[in-house]
Each structure stands twice: as C-alpha cells, then as structure tokens.
C-alpha cells in the first residue's frame, strides 16, 4: 500500500450515554472513520454535537494529549512545565527523566512519576471544578439550552438521569475517564486515570541534541498540540448562500438601537455559529495544508465540476462564488446550485482550516448531491482518513454506504490498491444505526454483504412487493379491459 498515515496510532476513544435526548442507550468508539445512520430524530445529531462538545472541553480526545494545551514550547524544561502545570522541576528530576525518556522505548507514563508527583497530578485531574463547569458551559451552548437537564430522554412522561462516560485507551490499557451524571436538581462529574496514562507518547524524544534546536524540538513533540474541532451542520447550505444578510442582521442587532428593537432575540446553537463565525471571518491563507489542498482540488474537479472562489468584499466580509468548468464568468453562491453551496464549506474548509488529525464532523455530506456524486464524496471521505483527519458523519445514502463497504474491500486487497490512496481498513471503520427507543447498535463489515442496515433492506422489500402487487393489479385491469372490448 502507499505510504500514508497509519491510523491505527490513535488512542482508542470510547462515548457511552444513556437518557441522552432521543438517545436511549450508546457505547460507541470513534474509528478514525465513524459513520451514524439511522432514522430521523433518533439521535445522530445529538450524538454528533456530543462529541464536538467533549473534544472541545477535553482537548483533542487524547491520551497523550490530556494535560496539553496549545503551546509555545522552547526547551524541556518549559515542556515539563507545561505538563505538571504548577510543579516546580528541580535540575535533579529533570536530569532523572531526561535519563529514563533515553531509555525507555515506550510512551512516558504517570506510574514513571514518583508517588509524590502521581498523587498531585490525579488529584488535579480529579477535581471536578477542572473540568465541570466548562462541560455544563458548552453542553448548554452547543445544545442552545438553559439547563443540561433538558437533555434528558423522556420515557413515559418520566426524565430518567442523563449518563455520559468518556473513556480513553491507548495500547488496550485504559488512560483516564471521565463520567457525568445529570438529573433535574444537579450535574455531577467523577474523573479517574490510570497508572498507565501516557504523560508522553511513545516516540517524540530522540536526543538531547533537540534541545539545541527549537524547530526540530517543536516538530518532535507536534504530536503534544491542541486538536482542532470542526462541525459542519445539515443547515450549510442554506447559510452559505445568505452568510452575509445573516451577519450584517446580527451587526444591526448588536447596536443599542437594535437591542431595544430586539428585546427577545432567538439564539444559536453552539455548532451553527462556530460554524458562521468560520465562513464570516474566512482566510484561505491562514491555514494550508498541501494534502487538504489537494483533497479540495479532487473534490472541486471530481465532484463540484468547478472552483470555489473567495473574494473580499466592500463590507469586508468574505464573497463566495463559483466557477464552472469551461465557463469564464464567476456564478455567486446564491445563484449555484444546492449542490454547490452544500459542498463549498467543505471545499473552504479543507483548502484552509482542517489539518491532519483534526477532527471533522459533517452531517449528511450526500445532501442534494446524485448518487454518483455520493459514491464520489465516500472516496473523499476515504482520503480524509488516509490524510490523518479524524472523520465523522451523518447519512441516510445506501449509495454512499455501498462505496464506504467497497473501499473497505479495496484495502483488504493490499498490494493491489492504487493511488490517489483511498482505501479504507475495517477497524477504521465503524457504522452504528440508531433507532428510536432502542440501544444504537454496531453494523459490522461483511465481506460479501459490504455495509446493509436491516431497515434499508425492509425499506427496498417493501418498495419491491408493492412494485409488483401494483403491475400485477395493473396487468390484471387491462386484461379485463381487453376481454371486454372484445
């Protein structure tokens, strides 16, 4: 196979909840591909802002990553700062680690600390003021809900406990975990970690000669950097084409005279204006990746049929318009097609927001697109993943499906793949079908059956049976037409 990133390096990251909206019961692991299905309002979308909201408050769902936050790192010294936050590092300790991180061939762990060290970190970490109003912060303003009570499932007019479990394992040893426990009156949150935590991942230390060069030192430990979160919502299109009334709206809202005009303005969730905030204050040369580049040229030429331009305009905010091939003048998002303006966030942000392992969220990426053109976007998603990029989405599309189950067969082929890499691997894949008032289950891989949820299965049954109980009735009516016209 080509050299690409191996996907199997991230630690495993498992969510289950109960009570959680329509969401009776859930024990999903994000594969660097996750794909939910299902009926709607069965909870897809909630699941989905779930995760954007627990990556968001605990930074890049992570083991090694847990303790990090976005650094400006020069030397070890500061490093180890930055990972014990508020423990003073004597010249000793330092020397002892630097010492055991030349000899140790495996991830930095929490037991490599001494009991003293071990005993303050857990119960930093087990404090749940550390963590517990952030998360009640962003459930509420992701969800647009004054409580996080009004999350909670209701059975038989009765609103049961909501439990949310986040649990991170890396090398099948558990790391930490993180449990919440919501009802009615009060939000409780419990940590733990394990003795096996990885403090440092395995790899990121070399010599002692990368303390003499800060950029090949900054390399080294990239892996110790913030995970972006990225949500792109079933309502895109509509905002693309109309992101500029929406926000010189918000503009005239935000003046006195509009407060007292607007005394009662209706809020946004979370995800829809982290989303507008990204397309209103757009810059596709603030963040490149040659690879996200790339997969935004394929995506531009194997499925848009034409370019996505960026523009700035009088008012100062971005213009978007696109270029078809073969045509020399520029068409405004509000005048291309659903397909246009539902694929251009993603173009956007590939070409200047999303880095390798980000994580992407994307509900229904087949939205207004035909079926070949959704078959096209699953080879897209593919390649995210080939890319690094931890991918997410929501779908109703069997073509779509069929593609993702295609690829999979592609990557157990081996050798006999070809480039542009976009084959998939079956435990980087996982399906889970939601359904409403029951637990959401796993859809395996079948080699023969590829990806087929049962209802889409009930579905064409039931489409086909009633196919020919209509021609059989329709036959049946002209043959007795004919007999009686004769």
């Known amino acids: 196979m080509s050299d690409v990133k191996n996907t199997q390096q991230h630690p495993k990251v498992e969510i289950a909840v109960k009570n959680f909206g329509p969401i009776t019961e859930a024990n999903i692991d994000l594969r660097p591909l996750t794909v939910f299905i299902g009926p709607s309002n069965t909870g897809k979308t909630y699941f ?47 020397q002892d680690l630097l010492k055991k991180l030349e000899t140790i061939e495996r991830p930095f762990k929490l037991s490599d600390l001494s009991e003293e060290r071990q005993k303050r970190l857990r119960s930093m970490i087990q404090n749940i003021d550390f963590f517990g109003n952030e998360l009640q912060n962003e459930l509420k303003n992701c969800f647009n809900l004054n409580s996080v009570s009004r ?64 950029r090949v030192f900054i390399n080294r430990i990239g892996g110790l950097t913030r995970k972006n979160r990225y949500y792109l919502p079933a309502a895109r299109s509509g905002i693309m084409q109309s992101h500029r ?47 996200m580049i790339h997969l935004a040229e394929t995506l531009e030429t194997e499925v ?48 200047g927001l999303v880095q390798p392992d980000d994580i992407l969220i994307i509900e229904e990426p087949e939205a207004h697109l035909h079926p070949g053109a959704q078959a096209d976007m699953a080879v897209i998603l593919a390649r995210l993943v080939r890319a690094g990029v931890k991918v997410i989405i929501t779908t109703h599309s069997d073509w779509l499906l069929q593609e993702i189950g295609n690829l999979v067969l592609e990557g157990l ?14 435990e980087e894949v996982g399906i889970w079908h939601f359904q409403k008032d029951k ?15 049962e209802d889409y299965e009930d579905v064409a049954e039931g489409l086909y049976n009633r196919s020919v109980n209509l021609q059989q009735r329709y036959e049946k009516k002209e043959g007795k037409n004919e007999r009686e016209s004769a």
């Open 48 to 94: 989905s802002t779930l995760v954007y909201v627990l990556q968001g408050v605990f930074n890049g769902l992570s083991g090694s990553d847990f303790l990090q936050s976005p650094f400006n790192l020069r030397n070890l010294r500061t490093l180890l700062d930055e990972i014990f936050i508020d423990f003073t590092i004597s010249d000793r300790e330092i």
């Open 151 to 214: 999350l909670m499932h209701l059975t038989k007019e009765q609103r049961n406990k909501i439990t949310i479990l986040l649990k991170v394992s890396e090398e099948n040893q558990e790391c930490w975990s993180i449990k919440v426990r919501a009802s009615e009156s009060e939000v409780r949150l419990d940590t733990s970690t394990h003795e096996d935590m990885a403090l440092l991942p395995k790899g990121w230390w070399a010599s002692a000669d990368l303390l003499n060069d800060d």
């Open 245 to 291: 009334i929406i926000a010189s709206s918000l503009v005239a809202r935000s003046t006195q005279v509009g407060v007292e005009q607007f005394a009662e303005i209706p809020t946004l969730s979370g995800i829809i204006a982290d989303f507008m905030q990204k397309i209103i204050l757009y810059d596709d040369k603030k963040s490149q990746n040659s690879e």
């Open 304 to 351: 848009l049929a034409g370019q996505v331009h960026v523009k700035p305009s009088a008012s100062g905010y971005p213009d978007f318009s696109y270029l078809p091939q073969g045509i020399a003048e520029e068409i405004s998002l509000s005048q291309s097609s659903s397909m246009v303006s539902e694929l251009a966030p993603l173009v956007l942000f590939l070409r």
């Open 413 to 426: 082929l081996e050798d006999e793949t070809n480039e542009p890499a976009s084959w998939l691997l079956p």
């Open 439 to 453: 637990p959401v289950k796993e859809i395996p891989f079948k080699p023969r059956e590829g990806i087929s949820p």
